[in-house]
């Protein structure tokens, strides 16, 4: 399944400066952390969408997609996380 990590922001991308690394061309490479609000989307799905049960506010506001905050719980994707990462 896919990941849509829900609270992507500058602190909670790790950046790792390591020669040691083969995956990395040039040495640096970038980790993902703080998983706590992330949920899986299956391979068969495009979007998630969150019952009034379910529903919560992820992360931090400043960060937060307006999709994620919307009255209605309409449905959301991976670009939530572009969002949320380019503020």
Known sequence: PRIIH???KLE???????SDDPSAATGHCFKLTDFGHAVFL???RDVVVFSK???????NLLHLAPELIAIGYPPFSHKADVYGFGI
């Open 53 to 59: 049960d379910e529903h919560r506010f992820c992360g």
């Open 42 to 44: 299956p391979w068969d």
């Open 6 to 8: 829900l609270d992507l």
């Open 12 to 18: 909670n991308v790790l950046w790792c400066c390591s």
